[in-house]
């Protein structure tokens, strides 16, 4: 179809000319499109020219109404070949492509009548404060889950690494950004997480209590958006968008894959730097300067966190300094035995403090362990209690055993291999290597180790043989080692004679 300039230039040619052949060969075109176009001006339909019929004039009243009923009935989701087949079903004749274009027209009207109207929201400074969650980059094979907190009105946002969305690591991670931001708003705007509502009762939420107390100990209101309506929630969802898309390795950022979570922490302390020093789009101004304003609407911070921000409470058992967490156990003091403690992870390490009035003790620190397994600490230990069967050392439980091991440092050893083989009358063997001297006894035991005999009879023999008093031998003249005075004596008697 020839567009308007085309339209134009021809008909100028016909006028001219007054001649289809003639205006065709100077517009190089057929005469009988002149002679259309010629007609069109002659019946006012030149400015309608090639439009599409009306869909509206193809269907009977009745199937009209039933598009529009379905589309109204399904909310705008309903698919066009469902409702082709309706409309077969009471006579239509024509093709699918007809009844798509019909209902897309259709669907499009009912938007138009119930789009929803949006209005700006003007947050107050430090009256607003919003945080979600989003999945995180998979870092040796585990996914990991990232912590958004927005503030609407400095667009003030803080990203932070949490293990998973349980109810301890989102407490802790709220303390950590009212701490960051210098001040706790007046009202928390959340999703319907099972930490921040339980249920929803004739659409009211049913808040989690646990949280409740949390926000009731901080001095802020918790909200919750519209179920099903991440709109509700405002601009959170917009920050956790780009968070993801700076942080998360896509083949579009080309972000490096992260081989530990203190490389993930890294990448996301530097975000936090860079997004909050850049000027928003939407308000003209930089982040970090406007969060000031709020500080002045801020509530302050408890002299004492609430308890839950240190993780989740743990007992120690009774007969031994062992926490079980995610069903893996951690050691711990002795001295802590049936006592109450808080487990928490922090990056890739479990730590565990106590809680007392005087404040916080971190009292174990240990890399995740796996499930059904022990994470055991050589501090943790205790030097007295016996190390296993594999490896026991002598520990004296009497004077005797005392004094024997306190001979020589290879008497620990002889107990050790004596015991070893079976060896009979050991403690009386003891005994007489302690009447015994200490060099006697230590030569004795030294020699029972070289030759692999600890009998009471050997030991008895070789305590004797070391308890015999040789005289050491005088040297002789002749193989003395000091200097000779002969040659001394001969010159005086020599002399003597002159």
């Given at each position: 179809m020839k567009d308007s300039t085309q339209a134009m230039n021809i008909l100028e040619a016909y006028d001219l000319y007054?001649?289809?052949?003639?205006?065709?060969?100077?517009?190089?075109?057929?005469?009988?499109?002149?002679k259309a176009l010629v007609q069109a001006r002659k019946d006012g339909?030149?400015?309608?020219?090639?439009?599409?019929?009306?869909?509206?004039?193809?269907f009977r009243a009745d199937e009209l109404s039933l598009?529009?009923?379905?589309?109204?009935?399904?909310?705008?989701?309903?698919?066009?070949?469902?409702?082709?087949?309706?409309?077969?079903?009471?006579?239509y004749k024509g093709s699918g492509r007809t009844t798509r274009r019909a209902v897309r027209k259709e669907k499009s009207k009912y938007r138009r009548a119930h789009a929803r109207v949006y209005w700006p929201w003007i947050p107050e400074p430090g009256k607003w404060a919003q945080y979600d969650f989003s999945d995180g980059p998979v870092i040796d094979g585990e996914k990991t889950t990232l912590?958004?907190?927005?503030?609407?009105?400095?667009?003030?946002?803080?990203?932070?690494?949490?293990?998973?969305?349980?109810?301890?690591?989102?407490?802790?991670?709220?303390?950590?950004?009212?701490?960051?931001?210098?001040?706790?708003?007046?009202?928390?705007?959340?999703?319907?997480?099972?930490?921040?509502?339980?249920?929803?009762?004739?659409?009211?939420?049913?808040l989690n209590a646990k949280m409740v107390k949390f926000a009731s100990a901080y001095g802020f209101v918790l909200q919750t958006c519209i179920p099903y309506d991440p709109a509700s929630k405002g601009g959170v969802e917009r920050a956790?968008?780009?968070?993801?898309?700076?942080?998360?390795?896509?083949?579009?950022?080309?972000?490096?894959?992260?081989?530990?979570?203190?490389?993930?922490?890294?990448?996301?302390?530097?975000?936090?730097?860079?997004?909050?020093?850049?000027?928003?789009?939407?308000?003209?101004?930089?982040?970090?300067?406007?969060?000031?304003?709020?500080l002045t609407v801020?509530?302050?911070?408890?002299?004492?966190?609430?308890?839950?921000?240190?993780?989740?409470?743990?007992?120690?058992?009774?007969?031994?300094?062992?926490?079980?967490?995610?069903?893996?156990?951690?050691?711990?003091?002795?001295?802590?035995?049936?006592?109450?403690?808080?487990?928490?992870?922090?990056?890739?390490?479990?730590?565990?403090?106590?809680?007392?009035?005087?404040?916080?003790?971190?009292?174990?620190?240990?890399?995740?362990?796996?499930?059904?397994?022990?994470?055991?600490?050589?501090k943790h230990k205790d030097p007295a209690h016996p190390s296993g069967p594999l490896v026991r050392h002598p520990i004296p439980t009497n004077e005797t055993e005392g004094k024997f091991l306190g001979i020589t440092?290879?008497?620990?050893?002889?107990?050790?291999?004596?015991?070893?083989?079976?060896?009979?009358?050991?403690?009386?063997?003891?005994?007489?290597?302690?009447k015994a001297s200490s060099q006697s006894a230590c030569a004795a035991i030294v020699e029972s180790l070289a030759i692999g005999d600890f009998s009471y009879t050997?030991?008895?023999?070789?305590?004797?043989?070391?308890?015999?008093?040789?005289?050491a031998p005088k040297a002789r003249e002749v193989e003395s080692l000091g200097s000779s005075t002969l040659p001394y004596a001969k010159l005086k008697a020599v002399s003597a004679c002159r």
């Open positions: 007054q001649s289809y052949n003639q205006a065709a060969r100077e517009c190089h075109c057929s005469p009988n499109t002149v339909t030149l400015a309608t020219r090639g439009l599409r019929q009306s869909t509206s004039s193809i598009i529009t009923e379905l589309v109204e009935a399904s909310e705008g989701f309903i698919r066009a070949d469902v409702i082709h087949r309706r409309l077969q079903g009471i006579g912590f958004h907190y927005y503030l609407p009105y400095s667009k003030y946002r803080i990203v932070l690494y949490i293990p998973d969305q349980s109810l301890p690591n989102v407490i802790g991670a709220l303390h950590t950004c009212f701490e960051m931001t210098g001040g706790v708003p007046h009202y928390v705007l959340t999703d319907n997480a099972k930490t921040a509502a339980t249920a929803h009762i004739a659409n009211v939420a049913v956790v968008r780009v968070a993801k898309e700076h942080l998360c390795p896509t083949d579009a950022n080309l972000v490096a894959n992260y081989e530990s979570i203190a490389q993930l922490k890294d990448a996301i302390d530097a975000f936090n730097i860079e997004i909050n020093a850049k000027v928003h789009s939407g308000t003209g101004k930089i982040p970090s300067l406007v969060l000031p304003e709020e801020f509530s302050s911070l408890p002299k004492n966190p609430y308890v839950a921000a240190y993780g989740v409470m743990r007992h120690v058992e009774a007969n031994m300094g062992i926490v079980r967490y995610r069903r893996c156990g951690y050691s711990v003091d002795p001295s802590l035995r049936g006592s109450s403690v808080y487990v928490r992870e922090v990056d890739d390490e479990v730590v565990i403090v106590t809680v007392t009035g005087s404040g916080v003790t971190e009292v174990a620190r240990h890399k995740r362990g796996e499930p059904y397994g022990y994470v055991i600490s050589d440092t290879e008497a620990g050893t002889w107990l050790e291999r004596a015991a070893s083989l079976g060896t009979k009358k050991i403690p009386d063997t003891m005994g007489l290597m302690v050997t030991m008895k023999a070789l305590l004797a043989k070391a308890q015999q008093v040789t005289p």
